[in-house]
């Protein structure tokens, strides 16, 4: 079923069709008439002139009209992609986002892929309620995307899991697990260190991370799964770690 919106754009689009046609043919009948009532009769030079004023006078004014509902259509199509791609509580871009560019990216160059999944999440939910979950969501989405590498992408894929995805140009640094290795520890270590303050108490907040570079014949789904297969052998090693997948 199509939107509300769309469906009374349309519907303003008809009647302005409408009403612009009967507006021109009434605009004509009536520059006819007074020829008649004033003239006497139809004069060509009357007639001309009628025939460039009418339109002058009612097209742009349908033109701005039906402008006006096209940019309104646009800038609504616009906003409704842009929310089918954000997560409404952390303002992060969402999983169908994340796949997006993951599959965009690839076709220029190879990627680096983390999952991070925050630790004993049911713990805090149980101890702040929902709404202190959300706080705790939040506030973790806030730091992983504020200490996440140049050029990484940072989504929440859902539940307390998210995803950083990130294009590697190719160079040594680039593609060294070691640096990946520092650069996630620092994002980790930034989250644990900065507590939540909500209820009169602070939160502290670790997370498991698993991480993987593209490797030769790699696809998105197998590169995805050794992320995640490491931030599960994170969870084993303990939580609050990070996992670089074989």
């Not at 139809?42 to 509902?69: D, H, K």
Request: proline share 4%; net charge neutral; charged share 20%.
């Amino acid at each position: 079923m199509d939107d509300p919106d769309l469906r009374r754009t349309r519907f303003r689009l008809f009647c302005t069709g409408i009403l612009v046609t009967l507006a021109s043919v009434a605009a004509s009948m009536f520059s006819t008439h007074m020829s008649f009532e004033l003239l006497g009769g139809v004069r060509y030079s009357v007639s001309m002139t009628s025939a460039a004023i009418i339109p002058l006078m009612i097209a742009p004014a349908a033109y701005g009209w039906v402008a006006m509902l096209t940019m309104q259509l646009e800038r609504k199509t616009r906003m409704m992609e842009r929310l089918s791609r954000t997560d409404p509580l952390t303002s992060l871009p969402n999983r169908r986002a994340f796949i997006d560019n993951s599959e965009r990216w690839l076709e220029n160059g190879s990627l680096a892929v983390a999952m991070i999944d925050l630790d004993h999440f049911k713990q805090i939910n149980d101890r702040l309620g929902h709404a202190g979950g959300d706080q705790a969501l939040v506030h973790a989405a806030g730091l992983l995307r504020d200490t996440a590498p140049d050029g990484a992408l940072v989504a929440r894929l859902g539940g307390e899991e998210f995803g950083l995805i990130c294009p590697l140009d190719g160079s040594p640094a680039d593609l060294a697990e070691e640096v990946w290795l520092l650069k996630l520890d620092m994002m980790r270590h930034r989250l644990n260190s900065v507590p939540l303050i909500t209820q009169g108490q602070a939160v502290h907040i670790s997370a498991s991370f698993g991480f993987a570079i593209m490797h030769p014949g790699d696809t998105l789904d197998s590169l995805l799964k050794r992320a995640d297969t490491a931030m599960y052998e994170a969870k084993q090693a303990g939580r609050n770690c990070v996992r670089i997948a074989a």
